[in-house]
């Protein structure tokens, strides 16, 4: 194999790896929010939890149960 054709295969090789990281990157940056609430059953109480933020949402209350603030808006206050 020539030199010229050995760095010519070298560079595309290079360019197809840089484009499929930049392919999964965006794939990976589109799907992250998907799935972002999660349904809690226990018992016969039913919360949904913004994993994201830790914000647990019950009947129209909130609480964030990392610092354990709770609103009655549906919103965490700040």
Not at 1 to 29: E, H, N, T
Request: proline share 3%; glycine share 12%.
């Amino acid at each position: 194999m020539s030199p010229r054709l050995k760095d010519l295969v070298d560079v595309l090789l290079k360019l197809a790896l840089v484009a499929g990281l930049i392919v999964f990157l965006y794939f990976y940056a589109t799907g992250r929010a998907v799935g972002r609430y999660l349904y809690i059953a226990n018992g016969e109480l039913e919360y949904v939890m913004d994993t994201a933020t830790g914000v647990i949402y019950q009947g129209g209350y909130s609480m964030n149960h990392i610092t354990g603030q709770e609103s009655s808006g549906g919103k965490p206050r700040k």
